[in-house]
């Protein structure tokens, strides 16, 4: 989610966040690997979030109770309540393969969506301002 300001830049954003799992990509090429103190980062954040997370509806909560369920889940049944929301066990192997196969540019697709496009603002003194035609 970004502030109306940081929309003005979320191309910017994008690269950023590319530079970071560049990041990840380096340190998976190196002979130690990633180093422990980013997976406890992560970590760490992943449980703050889950901990201050807003309560989802009784409707919400069980749809992502189902889903965990279903055949094509990997979430262990002990962790139907949590398993979304927290990070366990540290797996390079799963790591390297969403960074190199699924985490790139190529395969990527970004959804910007923001209240600020089709203002109204933004097409006075339009030539072609169809929505203040009178009928």
Do not use: C
């Amino acid at each position: 989610v970004l502030s109306e300001e940081g929309g003005n830049y979320w191309t910017e954003i994008i690269q950023y966040v590319y530079t970071y799992i560049g990041m990840i990509r380096h340190y998976f090429q190196q002979p130690d690997g990633m180093p422990p103190w980013l997976y406890k980062e992560l970590e760490a954040i992943q449980n703050l979030s889950y901990k201050f997370a807003d309560e989802l509806s009784p409707a919400d909560f069980v749809e992502d109770i189902v889903e965990n369920l279903s055949p094509t889940s990997t979430l262990p049944h002990d962790r139907l309540l949590d398993g979304n929301g927290l990070m366990f066990e540290y797996d390079s192997v799963a790591i390297l393969d969403i960074v190199e196969n699924y985490l790139t540019p190529e395969n990527s697709r970004v959804d910007f969506l923001s209240s600020t496009f089709g203002r109204s603002s933004d097409y006075e003194g339009s030539s072609d301002n169809t929505s203040s035609s009178s009928q």
